[in-house]
DNA sequence: GTCCGACCTGCACGGAATCTGCACGCCAAC
DNA sequence: GTTGGCGTGCAGATTCCGTGCAGGTCGGAC
């Protein structure tokens, strides 16, 4: 069984970024967009790990970090803007255990749930993670990718969108659910740049393998 | 039959991280959260020793240690934070065999553990931990290691780096990973420091067997 | 007490890998 | 044909990594 984590944090391109790529990593995710939410959410579900925003509506993230932490022992990562360093002071205080300012990158993100749950001796899924579409597997554990039985050297950012699209295959994802997953964070900037990576992405797993669909986004051909 | 070791410690966290240890150097472990448990359990399993936070909630720690302590002799090791001194020598005044202040780190803690045990003359496990990936062959008993039949001197750190690793060959482990798993806390910084140890490592086994992931960390090649 | 060696830590620097985004020409849709 | 979108060459900026090196700690020898 995989281990089962809640997100808490209002901003939804954020929240369904963080939990699609969490799903990818074969965590079980579940989501909650205000404080009495999360508080209720994690009383009903019993998370293994709780990935938490500090600003919150309708009850702040100090206080639901107080009150899950009050119900039951469990790790909380907290999320916190760049320079709210005194919060995330008060918030490692009072029982989260690590901390990410925005905007964080997701692969960041994973790596810290995934040594926040060794410590608590939960193992990290490890035959999760596998992925295959058409000629393309990949290994989010290992980070290595063979196409047609061939191992492929990608950049950290090449394999985390090309594994995105690997996960749907045929879905058309835009440039900027791209960036939002991969970055963990949208920023508005840089459309072009997406179409950099897909450049080199193109050049290294074969042209064909990646469909352009004018004036959307990409998608992985199968 | 391999030493009992009870660990009565509140936070969740630590008391998981500190079990795991120990059951991979070999150990029976049993946990409890809070002091009332932690005597009730140390009355039922009769434990070789026991590992005590002082800080514990429904019953204080010193508390316990008098208690556990005036049932049947055993070693205690007391956690205590930084600057506790005073408890701490009270601790040691009331039965206490040994102490660590957190931050602590694993290794020094199943050393300390070791010692205890040996002065009441429990062999410490012997056939346990062992380990084997590729041509690394490692005994965590011994701590000693043979790469492809043949013994190599690793620094403790350089050894505990390298069982993490072999543990899950493949998988790639983040610096902060490594850290958190060698030192047995979390660290923030010195990222350049894990570089330093996979370097003298690197040296001794072979560069060819420790991937770099860019961007990510390091893991077994196999 | 003092010295010495093994080890840990982490800075600094150069170099490598990667990311980013502009410019410009081409293509698809209408 | 026009227009907005797309592919690609290219290069600067940025991040990341490997290594030399030095200060610090600890424990043991003398």
Redesign the interface.
């Known amino acids: 069984m995989s281990p089962l984590i809640c997100i808490i944090e209002d901003e939804q391109v954020i929240a369904n970024a963080v939990a699609r790529r969490l799903r990818t990593e074969g965590f079980d995710v579940e989501v909650a967009h205000d404080g009495l939410a999360g508080v209720a959410l994690c009383e009903r579900v019993r998370p293994d790990l709780v990935v938490l925003d500090l600003m919150l509506p309708k009850l702040d993230g100090l206080e639901v970090c107080r009150r899950v932490q009050a119900a039951r022992?469990?790790?909380v990562l907290m999320l916190t803007a760049r320079d709210a360093e005194e919060d995330m002071l008060v918030g490692l205080g009072i029982g989260a255990?690590?901390y990410l300012t925005k905007p964080f990158s997701a692969?960041e993100l994973v790596?810290?749930i995934?040594?926040?749950l060794?410590?608590?001796?939960l193992r990290p899924p490890?035959a999760e993670g596998l992925v295959s579409a058409g000629p393309v597997e990949l290994d989010s554990?290992?980070?290595?990718v063979r196409i047609a039985g061939v191992e492929v050297h990608l950049?950290?950012t090449e394999f985390d969108i090309l594994a995105l699209l690997a996960e749907r295959p045929g879905t058309v994802h835009s440039r900027d659910q791209l960036l939002a997953e991969v970055r963990g964070w949208r920023d508005g900037s840089g459309h072009r740049t997406v179409d950099s990576h897909i450049r080199g992405l193109r050049a290294k797993v074969g042209a064909e393998l990646i469909r352009t669909v004018h004036g959307i986004g990409y998608a992985l051909e199968v």
Chains 1, 2 share one sequence.
């Open positions: 022992p469990v790790p255990d690590d692969r790596a810290r995934r040594v926040l060794r410590r608590v001796d490890v554990s290992t980070r290595k950049t950290p």
